[in-house]
């Protein structure tokens, strides 16, 4: 078996034909929600209705390809608007990576590197780690997923050491080390970040080692019959997609807040879980006697217990009792008999010698560090013991994930990368005249050469296009239409009423507390620091009465850049994958998807190899 690899010129053929197509559509992607009204956007780029793209939106993606004509890719040639709706559907799902056929799925790469690395094991160290005890269900399908890739690339370069830049809450770092027994290092800009994730990452490795006891004492009660409990799991995992697929999309940071919350809900529900078995075997093994239905009863008796969540902190109250560090109620040892106490004072011994062989668990630990990094940062002024390594990225913001690549690319001690990009309305651009200009001159997009040969740009709006998620949109996740529509009306109410200029502010997010339109623009004149006496209520809910009619344009229009999102996203990530090939010293690279788009949208991975003899 051999490493499926594109080539330079393949990929750079299938660059080619991204950019052309995006060379007619772009112009949808860039127009400004904000400036819908006020430039009348729908009758500048359609020469079609509402209803005509909203129906071919909504109807089956299987389209009959016509001939295009006088057109490209359903644009006039002359008028450059949209007059094929069918046609540029057909040619945005054509121009995707799914279909430019450029990746690779995530179990072939990982099969690929045991075979050529001579692998048999999966390298997990114990039993598995369910990231669901500590982790959200986004998370839980991200990190797993992940950190699986991460651990082959370790095992085929022969490596211990990962480095996590972006590391943010530590929650891939956390499960390398635990589940992979690989020593991490986890870099993030933010020392709250880092001070929080060693925190946390000590909490879960206890958390681990009380789960895997308790886990044993599980297995050895009786189980559910394999077909009742296959059935449950399958109506459980089809309630949570659904649940996720009806999510309305939310911005990165709103995401992170929402991450946050769900976290202390599942670690308060599985950590209850497991401080009820802990207080049923220790009641297990003090009264032998009692049966399983009064073992059932004890441990049931606590979970309607409430907890104080405002003067407690969530997390250690979330954790079972031999987590935290208090000394949890012991039988004095006077009443214990010869045996207990022979059993107890073995394996005090035992554990101690475990921990006094070199302290062989100091080299799986995660270590949070608090830097700024750049693709000129010396990696061995922030690590003394770095050794060789795998770098790794989940989802590291703009100008983050490309300065991941050229670390990789520029440091010897980096064998490997996989790096996982999003927010890519933050990256900065070489050739976009309304970019401000990096300091440091590395721009983030584009990286490779041969797109700066051709003075390639995006444009930021295009590329805030492209963190639309099209999967959940398709099965009804939705779009804010609602606060865009407000937006874009008020827009045309201050360039009625108020200088033009001031309507370019951010307004923020002012949507979520009004009640009503009126009210909406009302807080938003106020933030603006705009005379709010000088319109009546009257007149401004008659601005909302009248573009209300055309409020499906919004609609039809926001779907388009919906439907173009994944191919602005195809673009960038196919430069950064050209620039990997450019390298002479990346011997393979690829595009990998990792996730399910539908629970992580930003599912797509760069993934590259340094050394000869792998092709």
């Known amino acids: 078996m051999a490493f499926s690899n594109i080539s330079t010129d393949s990929l750079k053929k299938k660059i080619d034909e991204a950019r052309r197509f995006l060379s007619a559509s772009l112009r949808i992607a860039n127009a400004h929600t904000v400036d819908f009204y006020t430039r009348d956007v729908w009758r500048a780029f359609m020469a079609v209705d509402p209803e005509e793209v909203l129906t071919a939106v909504n109807s089956d993606r299987d389209r009959t390809v016509a001939p295009e004509g006088n057109t490209s890719f359903g644009f006039c040639d002359v008028s450059k608007k949209l007059v094929d709706v069918s046609a540029l559907l057909r040619a945005a799902e ?119 006891k308790h886990g044993q004492v599980r297995s050895n009660q009786e189980v559910p019959n394999d077909d009742m409990r296959d059935r ?24 992170d807040e929402q991450d946050g919350a769900e976290e202390k809900r599942e670690i308060k529900k599985h950590a209850t879980i497991a401080r009820n078995n802990h207080m049923a075997e220790a009641h297990s093994s003090s009264s032998p006697d009692l049966d399983k239905d009064a073992l059932s009863a004890l441990s049931g008796s606590r979970e309607s217990e409430p907890t104080n969540a405002d003067t407690e902190n969530p997390f250690f109250t979330a954790l079972a009792p031999d987590i935290v560090e208090q000394a949890s109620p012991r039988v004095p040892p006077s009443q214990l008999s010869a045996e207990e106490r022979e059993r107890r004072k073995r394996e005090n011994l035992a554990r101690k010698a475990r921990d006094g062989q070199g302290h062989s668990d ?71 005249e309304d970019a401000q200009e990096c300091e440091s001159g590395l721009y983030g997009f584009p990286m490779s050469q041969y797109l700066r040969d051709h003075l390639c740009f995006c444009g930021r709006n295009a590329r805030m296009s492209a963190c639309l998620a099209l999967e959940r949109v398709s099965v009804g996740g939705g779009l804010p239409i609602e606060s865009l529509f407000y937006r874009a009306v008020l827009h045309v109410i201050l360039q009625d009423h108020y200088d033009a200029h001031k309507s370019e502010k951010r307004v923020g997010n002012v949507y979520s507390k009004a ?21 009546s209520d009257r007149v401004i809910q008659s601005y909302h009465d009248l573009y209300t009619s055309r409020k499906n344009e919004m609609v039809a229009f926001n779907m388009l ?55």
């Open 94 to 212: 054509a121009h995707s990576l799914p279909g430019l056929g450029v990746c690779v799925q995530r179990q072939t790469l990982i099969d690929t590197l045991r075979v050529m690395g001579g692998d048999t094991q999966d390298g997990a160290s114990g039993g598995p780690l369910l990231p669901d005890e500590f982790m959200n269900s986004k998370k839980a399908h991200e990190v797993p997923a992940m950190a699986e890739v991460v651990a082959a690339l370790s095992r085929y370069c022969r490596v211990k050491q990962v480095i996590d830049v972006g590391s943010g809450k530590g929650y891939l770092c956390s499960f390398l080390s635990m589940q992979y027994s690989l020593q991490v290092f986890g870099i993030d800009c933010s020392s709250t970040n880092t001070r929080g994730a060693q925190e946390r990452n000590r909490k879960l490795k206890k958390f681990s080692r009380a789960y895997q």
């Open 362 to 432: 100091t080299k799986n630990l995660y270590s949070p560090l608090t830097s700024y990094v750049t693709a000129e940062t010396e990696l061995r002024t922030l690590i003394r013991e770095l050794e060789d390594a795998v770098m790794v990225g989940l989802h590291t913001c703009g100008d983050l994930a490309p300065s991941t690549l050229r670390m990789f690319e520029a440091k010897q001690e980096l064998q490997a990368v996989c790096s996982v990009g999003c927010c890519y309305h933050l990256l900065s651009e070489e050739f976009d």
């Open 232 to 255: 449950q799991e399958n109506d459980d995992e089809q309630e949570e997609r659904m649940q996720i697929h009806h999510r309305p999309r939310l911005s990165h940071e709103q995401e």
């Open 561 to 615: 850049k919906v439907t173009l999102a994944p191919c602005i996203e195809g673009l960038i990530l196919l430069d950064r994958l050209c620039y990997l090939k450019e390298r002479e010293n990346v011997a393979y690279s690829t595009l990998v998807q990792l996730f399910d788009p539908l629970l992580s949208p930003r599912c797509y991975a760069i993934v590259g190899i340094k050394g000869p003899g792998i092709l």
């Open 515 to 535: 009640s009503s339109f009126v009210d909406y623009v009302r807080r938003a004149l106020r933030k603006l620091e705009l005379d709010e006496s000088k319109l």
